[in-house]
């Protein structure tokens, strides 16, 4: 007798073919094989990228020399390197002096500030009757704020700024040689057929990223200025450093402006009082919504069509792999990204999934 067996499908179970679950795996792998490989070669890496950013940022300005200044392009390129130079080295160098001071200034008395302040919390909620179970949770402000840890976070950072001037040697050397062969890249690349599709995303995608970068540059000047302001005005110490860093941390989207207004609203309210504090604060939302929400989408616009989520991810990605050079990285390279999903036949989904584009709205007959 002989038994008939029959395959039954279960309609809710997705069909897989032999070899999905397998090529699945694999890609997971090479994606992580990758990813490590990036972390280890970062030594490498970034002078590179770091070096491009700086010339796609500079480019214009050596444009600017030759074009209307006549200046013949190597003297350009001199012009703007030495400019950029200048500009690098002496924020590193006003950074590492202000860190130093910074450090002394939370040395002298930041204990007996931060406890001022506690005692003053600890008295409005003793209007409340929450006094008591407050002091319970938190018996001093010594557990929230661990000051020989936020001491040797300055000093270290301080540390870092100077390392990073030797590799800011480098970066400067690569883009050197960046911009005097600019011109014959252009050259080469023009070269191309012009029916070459990749050729013609590219270029689009460079001149979004260049007029990205500029405009990016003149936000956070206006930005980091703002703060500088307002940080005077208010008489908050070190006002000149937190203008710098919000300049810097500009840079990065989304985030970067959050992160660089908690350390002059913290100064205010150690230094000063809650009044200072949450007028250091306000001033910080109006600078950013100004700049950030107002004036940056205006010359901006829907620049690169990518959804304000992936920009956080890509950043905080990013930033995990490379650390702060990486968060800077992050909106050009996650454009280059897109730009080779949108290329590939199999990955051309996922640049539709991560785009930030209108509705389509369709007319009625």
Same mark, same amino acid.
């Given at each position: ?83 950029? %130079? /200048?500009?690098? =080295? ?5 950074? *590492?002096?202000?860190?130093? +001071?910074?450090?002394?200034? @939370?040395? &002298? ?75 014959? %890249? /252009?050259?080469? =690349? ?5 029916? *070459?599709?990749?050729?013609? +995303?590219?270029?689009?995608? @460079?001149? &979004? ?79 950013? =919504? ?76």
């Amino acid at each position: 007798m002989q038994n008939d067996t029959t395959s039954t499908t279960d309609p809710e179970k997705p069909n897989l073919l032999p070899g999905e679950g397998a090529r699945a795996l694999i890609t997971a792998a090479a994606a992580m094989v990758v990813i490590y490989g990036l972390q280890q070669a970062r030594g490498i890496i970034l002078p590179i990228l770091m070096a491009c950013f700086l010339a796609i940022i500079s480019y214009t300005f050596t444009s600017m020399l030759r074009r209307y200044l006549r200046f013949p392009h190597w003297l350009a390129v001199t012009f703007t390197v030495l400019a950029d %130079f /200048g500009i690098i =080295f002496g924020i590193i160098s006003l950074f *590492n002096v202000m860190a130093q +001071d910074v450090k002394a200034t @939370l040395e &002298s008395d930041v204990t007996a500030r931060l406890m001022e302040k506690y005692n003053e919390v600890m008295g409005w909620l003793g209007n409340f009757g929450l006094e008591e179970q407050a002091r319970t949770m938190i018996a001093s402000p010594m557990d929230i704020i661990n000051v020989p840890m936020l001491l040797s976070w300055v000093q270290a950072l301080s540390g870092q700024v100077l390392s990073f001037m030797s590799t800011c040697t480098l970066v400067l050397l690569l883009m050197t040689f960046l911009l005097g062969e600019a011109r014959l %890249f /252009g050259r080469n =690349f023009r070269s191309l057929p012009n029916s *070459n599709k990749g050729k013609t +995303d590219f270029l689009n995608a @460079l001149r &979004s990223i260049q007029r990205y970068l500029f405009i990016k540059t003149i936000a956070s000047t206006a930005t980091g200025l703002l703060a500088w302001w307002l940080c005077a005005a208010l008489e908050v110490p070190f006002a000149f450093m937190w203008g710098m860093l919000a300049l810097v941390l500009n840079f990065i989207p989304t985030i970067g402006s959050i992160v660089a207004a908690i350390p002059p609203i913290l100064m205010a309210l150690l230094m000063s009082g809650w009044g200072d504090c949450a007028l250091v604060a306000l001033g910080y939302i109006i600078i950013n =919504f100004l700049i950030g929400n107002g004036i940056e989408p205006i010359f901006l616009g829907k620049q690169f069509e990518i959804a304000t989520s992936v920009v956080v991810f890509s950043v905080l990605f990013w930033g995990w792999v490379w650390g702060p050079c990486g968060m800077l990285l992050a909106m050009p390279i996650m454009v280059l990204i897109k730009l080779a999903f949108e290329n590939s036949q199999d990955l051309s989904w996922v640049a539709t999934i991560i785009e930030d584009r209108p509705p389509i709205t369709l007319k009625k007959k």
